[in-house]
């Protein structure tokens, strides 16, 4: 199993440019989720997913958006990029009652 | 909304010692969990040890273990015998386990650098 992928690992954009951030995992989990990590802090959730066709804002979901046609892809859209943007992301996953959530290895976006 | 804080930005430890981490979290509810993840260099989010509230045992996973005070909402990390490969940021994150309708998410305290001194 690969567990959860997410491509790319390291992205420049440009302000007002847009990019989709891909995440795909193997393990047919039901949720997944968007987490930004700014440097010093800790993760912040953006959007999550409970299964396929069902979305919903986390904490921090302003600039963002997100779909989930299937059950393995969950891409996290940005729009019009601002230097605020910049960040880690992480993509993760987990099955109903099952307490351990599976991260992806990030993607660090920087916005100029 | 849940809160978890962790008070100490940076903590260092001699190889072979022991270490601490604090962590203090803020609910309302009485069924959650609490784990502690490790983030080393490469950013890799790895899940060290976690806790079920309804649980009064501490957790312990081999050099790993918790001190978990649910009145006092404290769930601290005792790390023994430090290796070198323990270098990390540490997070404490807090998933709530009520109604069915947490969906899994998770709350992250703001993390605590390691440093392991050879």
């Known amino acids: 199993n690969a567990g959860v992928t997410q491509t790319p690992k390291f992205r420049i954009l440009k302000i007002g440019q847009s990019m989709t951030l891909q995440c795909t995992q193997d393990?047919?989990?039901?949720?997944m989720y968007w987490y930004r990590q700014d440097p010093g802090m800790g993760l912040k959730l953006i959007y999550y997913?409970?299964?396929?066709?069902?979305?919903d804002k986390g904490d921090v979901p302003n600039g963002y958006n997100v779909s989930r046609s299937t059950t393995e892809d969950f891409p996290l859209r940005l729009e019009l990029a601002a230097p605020s943007q910049t960040s880690v992301y992480f993509c993760?996953?987990?099955?109903?009652?099952?307490?351990?959530?599976?991260f992806g290895q990030g993607t660090r976006l920087t916005v100029v | 909304a849940q809160t978890v804080t962790q008070s100490q930005p940076e903590m260092s430890v001699q190889e072979a010692e022991t270490v601490t981490l604090s962590c203090t979290y803020d609910?309302?509810?009485?069924?959650?969990?609490l784990f502690w993840y490790k983030q080393p260099p490469s950013r890799q989010m790895i899940l060290v040890i976690r806790?079920?509230?309804?649980?009064?045992q501490n957790a312990t996973e081999n050099r790993f273990s918790v001190n978990f005070q649910k009145a006092a909402k404290s769930f601290s990390l005792k790390i023994s015998d430090s290796q070198l490969g323990d270098a990390a940021m540490y997070f404490c994150?807090?998933?709530?386990?009520?109604?069915?309708?947490?969906?899994?998410?998770?709350?992250f305290g703001q993390g605590t650098i390691l440093t392991v001194h050879p």
């Open positions: 993760a996953s987990s099955y109903v009652g099952n307490t351990e959530a599976f």
């Open positions: 393990m047919n989990h039901n949720y």
């Open positions: 997913s409970v299964g396929a066709g069902i979305t």
């Open positions: 609910t309302s509810e009485s069924d959650y969990y």
């Open positions: 806790q079920e509230a309804y649980k009064q």
């Open positions: 994150a807090y998933r709530s386990d009520a109604g069915g309708t947490s969906y899994g998410k998770l709350t």
